[in-house]
C-alpha cells in the first residue's frame, strides 16, 4: 500500500470523534517527500470542530512545508468520501491543484485532481 494512504489510515485511528463518530484521517506529502498527518478533532460546539484535511494542512505549513503533491483522505465508511468544502477550498489555497485520494474503510481509493472537486475556486484571480 502506498505510504501517503497508510500514513492517512494511520491518523484516522487518532480522530476525536465523538459526537459524529465519523473518524478521519488525513496525510499530506510534500515536493519532497515529507508526510504531515492530521485526523479530525470535533468540539460539542460544531463551529469549532476542526476536519482531518485542515489539520494535516495546517500541520505542514506550521512546519516550514510549501509545495505539496498530493492528499489523501481516509474514512470509515464502505464508500470513498470527499473533502468538505471548507477543507477543498483550504487545501487549494495552500496547495493548489494537487491529487487527492480518496480510501474507504475497506481499502478502496479513487483519486482526483482538487480541481474536479472544486471546480471553480476561490483565489486571487476571483478578486481582480
Same mark, same amino acid.
Given at each position: 500500500?502506498?505510504?501517503?494512504?497508510? =500514513?492517512?489510515?494511520? /491518523?484516522?485511528a *487518532? #480522530?476525536?470523534?465523538?459526537?459524529?463518530?465519523?473518524?478521519?484521517?488525513? $496525510?499530506?506529502? @510534500?515536493?519532497?517527500?515529507r508526510i504531515?498527518t492530521?485526523?479530525?478533532?470535533?468540539?460539542?460546539?460544531?463551529?469549532?470542530?476542526?476536519c =482531518?484535511?485542515?489539520? /494535516?494542512a495546517? *500541520? #505542514?505549513?506550521?512546519?516550514?512545508a510549501?509545495?505539496?503533491?498530493?492528499? $489523501?483522505?481516509? @474514512?470509515?465508511?464502505?464508500?470513498?468520501?470527499p473533502?468538505?468544502?471548507?477543507?477543498?477550498?483550504?487545501?487549494?489555497?495552500?496547495?493548489?491543484?494537487?491529487?487527492?485520494?480518496?480510501?474507504? #474503510?475497506?481499502?478502496?481509493?479513487?483519486?482526483?485532481?482538487?480541481?474536479q472537486l472544486?471546480?471553480?475556486?476561490?483565489?486571487?484571480?476571483?478578486?481582480?
Amino acid at each position: 500500500m502506498d505510504p501517503l494512504t497508510q =500514513a492517512a489510515i494511520g /491518523a484516522r485511528a *487518532h #480522530a476525536h470523534a465523538p459526537y459524529s463518530n465519523f473518524h478521519v484521517g488525513a $496525510a499530506l506529502e @510534500t515536493d519532497d517527500g515529507r508526510i504531515f498527518t492530521g485526523c479530525n478533532v470535533e468540539s460539542a460546539s460544531y463551529g469549532l470542530t476542526m476536519c =482531518a484535511e485542515r489539520v /494535516a494542512a495546517f *500541520h #505542514a505549513v506550521s512546519q516550514g512545508a510549501r509545495i505539496f503533491k498530493r492528499i $489523501a483522505v481516509a @474514512t470509515g465508511v464502505a464508500k470513498p468520501a470527499p473533502p468538505c468544502g471548507a477543507c477543498r477550498q483550504v487545501i487549494w489555497d495552500l496547495c493548489g491543484d494537487i491529487d487527492v485520494i480518496l480510501v474507504s #474503510a475497506n481499502g478502496t481509493t479513487e483519486t482526483f485532481r482538487l480541481s474536479q472537486l472544486l471546480p471553480r475556486p476561490f483565489d486571487d484571480h476571483s478578486m481582480a
